[in-house]
């Protein structure tokens, strides 16, 4: 079955410690993002790679980090989390530019 | 810059009632995509459609129909005889050829709450 799968669903942290939210899609796609979801302002890309080695910033890439060393894969590191990077967060993937983009299921962050 | 506009912020409707959901939207291209997705209370993101700009033919898939009109940038989505289990957060989006496609800009979200 075609999946998109994020990792944990859900964190409580706490401000400042290191954290990382795993994403890996099984479809061979190139493209992957990463965006958030906060109330009033839908979602907003973080960042997005093309393929591997290959990221760029989307429009909220403060306080991230993302890798793509392998092509399933694409974390979203927050090297120093802060309460303003509570939020939704949604993984996405798509083969091509002008393909649909698969969405995991979201991982719910609230930091303290 | 793209942009979409959700101005619904929420809609409380009775069940069988028919309600639309409105969405406007700007590019400076003229190759672009559309997209309307669901997020049910369980928060996942449910793909519902996608329209690209060359096609403007109006869509209905059973109670879903959704009205796409170039000359006011709109693409509207209408829910006929509205059940409680349409109940969730909607989504319009854009992508287009000034993002290479790679992203969507998505609209606010309209909150629906059917009532039975």
């Known amino acids: 079955e075609a999946q998109v799968t994020q990792n944990p669903r859900y964190l409580i942290t706490v401000t400042g410690k290191k954290l990382t939210v795993t994403c890996s899609q099984n479809?061979?796609?190139?493209?992957m993002s990463w965006y958030r979801q906060d109330p009033g302002l839908g979602l907003r890309q973080i960042y997005y790679s093309m393929n591997v080695e290959v990221t760029d910033k989307g429009d909220v890439p403060e306080g991230y980090k993302v890798s793509r060393k392998e092509k399933r894969n694409f974390p979203l590191i927050l090297e120093s989390p802060s309460p303003n990077q509570t939020s939704l967060y949604f993984c996405a993937s798509s083969s091509g530019l002008e393909t649909l983009q698969y969405f995991g299921a979201g991982t719910r962050l609230s930091v303290l | 810059a793209q942009k979409v506009t959700q101005a619904q912020t929420e809609i409380s409707v009775v069940e069988k009632e028919d309600v639309t959901l409105d969405c406007v939207y700007e590019?400076?291209?003229?190759?672009?995509?559309l997209f309307w997705y669901k997020q049910p209370p369980s928060g996942e993101l449910v793909f519902l459609i996608r329209r690209n700009s060359f096609d403007e033919q109006n869509e209905i898939s059973g109670r879903y129909s959704w009205n796409f009109q170039k000359s006011t940038s709109s693409f509207n989505f209408t829910i006929t005889a509205s059940q409680v289990v349409d109940s969730a957060v909607y989504f319009c989006?854009?992508?287009?050829?000034?993002?290479?496609?790679?992203?969507?800009?998505f609209g606010q979200g309209t909150i629906l709450t059917v009532h039975p």
């Open positions: 989006a854009l992508s287009d050829e000034e993002t290479s496609y790679g992203k969507l800009t």
């Open positions: 590019t400076r291209d003229t190759t672009y995509y």
């Open positions: 479809m061979n796609h190139e493209y």
